[in-house]
T-cell receptor
Framework: EPEVTQTPSHQVTQMGQEVILRCVPI?????FYWYRQILGQKVEFLVS????????KSEIFDDQFSVERPDGSNFTLKIRSTKLEDSAMYFC???????????FGSGTRLTVV | RKEVEQDPGPFNVPEGATVAFNCTYS??????FFWYRQDCRKEPKLLMS???SGNEDGRFTAQLNRASQYISLLIRDSKLSDSATYLC???????????FGSGTQLTVLP
């Protein structure tokens, strides 16, 4: 079964540092997403990406965040200057058809110290 | 009012029991509806989409009531492996953003 791959599985970083979270979506999918889940809280939408540009973003996705699809397979989320409150599980997802749900990656646990 | 509201539980049921989860959503323009399951510290996994006519997949039955903005999930003959958090998920009326409920925790006891 095709899967979405995320690396690293766990990243610890110091406050103020930049981090890049990486994702390889399912190869024939066209829509890509980042979600996050703070421990004990619900899954929250960050951004969606289609046709090499952001299609939607939430108010969480401020100027500290950016996304990129640098080649035909990778999809990255960059946080420029991490804050303690950025500590969360970050899930990448992809979909080929809106009506049938997404496939999520196994997540990157980001810990900001 | 929360966009997607679920009873957080926890629901503790014996093996073989039937358990039902409910969910309400606030955005009447929502188009697509799903139930996901999430195991502890894992990613959400699609359990089933929910259609207006209701749909069944083995022991799982999902129902949608658009008039009441209400979604349900019924699990029959519960197994130990059904223990997880069940997430009610709707699209936010826009094309690509999903809105998650906080989840209902289920523990199936031997």
């Amino acid at each position: 079964e095709p899967e979405v791959t995320q690396t690293p599985s766990h990243q610890v970083t110091q406050m103020g540092q930049e981090v890049i979270l990486r994702c390889v979506p399912i190869s024939n999918h066209l829509y890509f997403y980042w979600y996050r889940q703070i421990l004990g809280q619900k899954v929250e939408f960050l951004v969606s990406f289609y046709n090499n540009e952001i299609s939607e973003k939430s108010e969480i996705f401020d100027d500290q965040f950016s996304v990129e699809r640098p080649d035909g397979s990778n999809f990255t989320l960059k946080i420029r200057s991490t804050k303690l409150e950025d500590s969360a599980m970050y899930f990448c997802a992809s979909s080929g058809n809106q009506d049938y749900g997404y496939t999520f990656g196994s997540g990157t646990r980001l810990t900001v110290v | 009012r929360k966009e997607v509201e679920q009873d957080p539980g926890p629901f503790n049921v014996p093996e073989g029991a039937t358990v039902a989860f409910n969910c309400t959503y606030s955005n009447s323009a929502s188009q697509s509806f799903f139930w996901y399951r999430q195991d502890c510290r894992k990613e959400p996994k699609l359990l089933m989409s929910v259609y207006s006519s209701g749909n069944e997949d083995g022991r799982f039955t999902a129902q949608l009531n658009r008039a009441s903005q209400y979604i349900s999930l019924l699990i029959r003959d519960s197994k130990l492996s059904d223990s997880a958090t069940y997430l009610c998920v709707v699209n936010a009326g826009s094309a690509r953003q999903l809105t998650f409920g906080s989840g209902t925790q289920l523990t199936v006891l031997p």
